[in-house]
């Protein structure tokens, strides 16, 4: 089971934008370079390919040079634990990769916040990313009723995608109240004003509404209908789908298990993209959300520092500061209001994984005292889903992380388990 | 390469186009639940990339699977929580 | 002695709010006397999150047979009280011998509960295989304790802690103790709380409040599966555990494994001397793990979800310290359960509360008070 031969000078942890880019500037240098990502494929959720096919033709060209690039892609593969400095075990749905690694650079990107209301675990009720990803994956869409919900640039992109797989996108209920200042705006990014004038034509005949938001949903076993409320107004929509998020909350659980540390919830880089510890660099949405054009800027630096090209990083700086201003904008705008806080029933289950109820949960003062007596965030999510959800609903701070980062086989915990399962058969 | 892929899902053949997902595959098959929850209740996928932990199948013999992280393969057999 | 009539705030302040604690706090309340629990962070959250949650009676001396026993049957009789997520099941026990040499010590098992009146069954390897089809081929056979149980610790304790709440008890949590005194207790924030008897329920941490007492920290590992149900049916240990836990110098690791309630599995067992850093260590989890899977092949299938450590409060004895702290009045001990805190909880209760009422024990208490291992001074 061991690849003796997996060791590389840089290792990527995460082949979305930032990773690509990353490693495309690290393998400037001529190093050895890999990325690691537990997806099937590169290009990370936003340029997640429709089956074999990229996503749009920008994330096409980014692949394109990655694959003639000497860089490795490991495909399907957990980063879980790091054995000893310099070490990385990874699980395939074959078995298990060790990876040695020079220096590391996380791109571990960042995932949707989702919030529970009444019905928000009914089939039929997912992510607005996450039923992209399924359409994305061949989820057919001909002819479905959906109201895309919940708050963040995500919601206008996915339900254009969802338009095109001839969907029938019958609403998008944004919570927040502020785009109109949002697009005012854009004027000083002309990239993004191309990229909302290109969406809006391609949202033309769809409802879209702000201030205004799902309050639960209903149905026996599968999604029905949900109800939606604007203002004082509450009605019903039947619908075949939801898809519902929360914007984005960055996916710090890797870097804070290598021992980097936090700052408000996202990963602390210095200007080099370098973490606390020595060798380690991130880039991307796990050092705050800032969208695609942020972490390919933030993913080339820290390729490039990780590989001491530091020229090269420099050049950069100008123009991540501009995009951070433009994220700073984007996380503004996208605010969640309080009365989500009030969504979730006494009833209402908060920890997917473990069944717990919002009352059971709400009676704790902290994380610790609801995980140790209730198993709230103690399922194989390890807290990811509630997590972020309890962090705005009760202020919860989320806890340290521990091996296995994903649960991973019994087994690939055991470092010569290869010749004991051969010694069974 | 060919352009559809076989399974079984809870025993019925079903076919996909290749590269599709299992979770894909199970949502197609119409079975009513990808898993039960703790409490009984039917879940489906929420994330779609790996993190939630709801579309877990067994496949070919092994429980608690993402099936949004796995590729079809042909003669693959998915099991759902009915 | 006799609980002294003092004008103090609480006649009893319990230090930690373990498991060991929160009994101690529900027979002090149940017994009439007004209690203080203080705990620093969360009910359970010690070393009682970090265990197993399995109560079993043991054989290692006729004083630890004595205080499992007493206190199993303490658990069976609030055990159809105990609510769900207490998660109490009598699953048995199956000490599993995987040699002839083991198949001894199963028959001298035998015997040794028989005669003092635990049902007990030998079983032959077929009728091993068939009660955990899981355990690999090749195994002699093995002792069925079916008495035996599990719980989820950290909501028994909790569980405990509400039915002393009931009938009056206080619980000061989130708040450190910084120093114990035959007055009392004294908090971070220098504040005291007084009390005519104060009780070190600490566990592994109670020699920074009572210095002198001879506890140790024992590091174990532990992992949680998914759900399984039906892949374990009963708790599973190795005879080999005898010798490996009995070792006092060396780390060991022993096939230990459990069914939850849940259908989850839980596997252990490692245990180590003079280390104070709780993290966990990929080569101890290893050897672990190893072992575990050289009993049962398939474990390494299921899907781990979650590793953690803690600390066993050991003694040299491995007998816990319940009773009056040497050198001290006022100052109690009821400490150094090492791995049989969940399972001796109850019966430390009864048998530290017996001491302050001046009340007969169902045991003789004399092997557990802490005075047997302290000849030496201890600064007070």
Redesign the interface.
């Known amino acids: 089971m061991n690849n003796p031969g997996d060791t590389y000078d840089v290792l990527v942890i995460g082949g979305g934008p930032a990773g690509l880019a990353a490693a495309l500037s690290a393998q400037q240098s001529g190093l050895r370079v890999a990325i690691v990502d537990d997806n099937p494929g590169l290009g990370g959720q936003i340029w997640r390919g429709d089956q074999h096919k990229p996503g749009t033709p920008e994330a096409a060209q980014w692949l394109r040079r990655v694959a003639t690039a000497q860089v490795k892609f490991i495909s399907g593969a957990y980063v879980y634990e790091q054995p000893e400095p310099g070490l990385l075990l990874a699980e395939t749905f074959e078995g298990r990769r060790e990876l040695g690694y020079q220096k590391l650079i996380l791109a571990t990107g960042a995932r949707e916040r989702f919030l529970p209301f009444p019905g928000w675990t009914l089939p039929g009720v997912a992510g607005a990313g996450g039923l992209q990803a399924l359409v994305k994956s061949g989820l057919p869409m001909a002819g479905k009723k959906i109201v895309v919900a919940g708050t963040g640039p995500l919601l206008l992109a996915v339900a254009a995608y969802l338009q095109k797989q001839s969907a029938n996108v019958l609403l998008i209920a944004e919570q927040a109240s502020q785009l109109l200042s949002f697009g005012l705006s854009l004027w000083r990014w002309p990239s993004k004003i191309f990229q909302a004038i290109q969406l809006k034509r391609e949202l033309a005949g769809i409802r879209h509404l702000t201030n205004c938001w799902v309050e639960s949903a209903h149905g026996d076993n599968r999604l029905q209908r949900i109800t939606l409320r604007h203002g004082q107004k509450t009605w019903d929509v039947a619908c075949d789908y939801l898809a519902c998020g929360f914007h984005l909350v960055p996916n710090v659980e890797v870097a804070v298990f290598f021992g980097c540390e936090l700052q408000e919830g996202v990963v602390q880089v210095d200007e080099l993209q370098a973490t606390t510890v020595p060798g380690i660099y991130c880039a991307g949405e796990a050092t705050g959300i800032g969208g695609l054009e942020l972490s390919l800027v933030e993913g080339q630096i820290a390729g490039f520092a990780a590989t001491n090209q530091v020229q090269q990083a420099r050049a950069l700086f100008a123009e991540r500061d501009k995009l951070q201003q433009f994220a700073n904008l984007l996380n503004r705008t996208f605010a969640l209001r309080d009365e989500l806080k009030r969504l979730p029933q006494p009833d209402t289950i908060v920890c997917r994984c473990e069944d717990v109820s919002f009352a059971r949960a709400e009676k704790y003062p902290e994380w610790r005292a609801a995980k140790l007596h209730t198993r709230c965030g103690m399922g194989p999510c390890q807290g990811r889903i509630c997590g972020p959800a309890l962090e705005f609903l009760l202020h919860w701070q989320p806890e340290s992380v521990r091996p296995p980062v994903f649960p991973v086989k019994v087994g690939n915990l055991i470092r010569d388990a290869g010749s004991l399962i051969e010694q069974e058969q | 390469m060919p352009d559809t892929v076989m399974l079984t899902i809870n025993g019925h053949p079903v076919i996909v186009p290749d590269g599709s997902s299992v979770a894909t595959a199970v949502a197609i098959s119409g079975a009513m639940a990808f898993r039960r929850s703790v409490h009984g209740e039917p879940r489906a996928p929420l994330c779609g990339m790996g993190i939630c932990f709801e579309c877990r199948v067994t496949i070919n013999g092994q429980s608690h699977t993402r099936s949004c992280q796995i590729v079809c393969q042909n003669g693959m057999d998915v099991q759902t929580d009915e | 002695m006799t609980l002294p009539m003092t004008s103090k705030a609480f006649d009893l302040a319990i230090v930690g709010g373990g498991i060991v604690g929160a009994a101690c706090a529900w027979e002090a309340a149940r017994s009439g006397l007004s209690v203080v629990v203080i705990e620093r ?5 010690g070393a009682t ?1 970090a265990g197993m949650g399995h109560i079993v009676v043991m054989d290692d001396s006729e004083a630890q047979f004595a205080l499992t026993r007493y206190s199993q049957q303490l658990w069976q009789e609030i055990a159809s009280d105990l609510p769900d ?1 207490v998660e109490y099941e009598e699953c048995g026990t199956i000490w599993v011998a995987a040699d002839e040499e083991e198949m001894i010590e199963v028959q001298r098992k035998e015997v040794f509960y028989q005669e003092r009146g635990v049902a007990v069954e030998i079983l032959d390897a077929a009728a091993l295989r068939q009660s955990e089809p899981n355990l ?1 081929s090749g195994l002699r056979g093995g002792l069925l304790v079916p008495g035996d149980s599990v719980v989820y610790p ?2 028994a304790a ?1 569980y405990f802690l509400e039915q002393a709440q009931s009938l009056g008890a206080q619980l000061r949590s ?1 708040v450190a103790v910084v120093a114990l005194s035959n007055d009392g207790v004294k908090l971070s924030d220098n504040s005291l709380i007084s009390a005519g008897i104060t009780v070190n329920a600490t566990g592994s941490w109670s020699p920074l409040l009572t210095p002198g007492i001879d506890v140790q920290k024992r590091k174990g590992h532990l ?1 949680i ?4 149900p039906g892949f374990v049916r009963h708790q599973l240990v190795e005879l080999g555990y005898l010798k490996s836990a009995h070792s006092i110098s060396s780390d060991s690791v022993a096939f230990n494994v459990q069914p939850r309630k ?1 259908g989850q599995v839980l ?1 252990g067992s490692s245990r180590q001397y003079g280390v104070g850093d709780p993290k ?1 260590e ?2 101890m ?2 050897r672990m ?2 072992r ?3 009993y049962m ?1 398939g ?10 450590t803690g600390f066993r409060a050991a003694t040299p004895d491995k007998l816990p310290l319940v009773g009056q702290c040497p050198g001290y009045d006022r100052l109690y001990l009821a400490t150094g359960h090492e791995g049989l805190g969940i399972t001796t909880s109850t019966g430390t209760a009864k048998l530290l509360i017996d001491q302050l009422l001046n009340r007969s024990s169902a045991i003789p208490i004399a092997p557990y008070l802490p005075s047997r291992v302290h000849q030496e001074a201890i600064h007070a």
């Open positions: 962070s969360v009910i359970g959250g999150a997520d690999r950290p909501c909790r989130g992992l599966t998914d759900r399984y849940t596997i966990i990929a080569a989890l290893s793990l190893s575990a899977a050289e092949p474990i390494t299938q299921l899907s781990a979800i979650r590793t953690w």
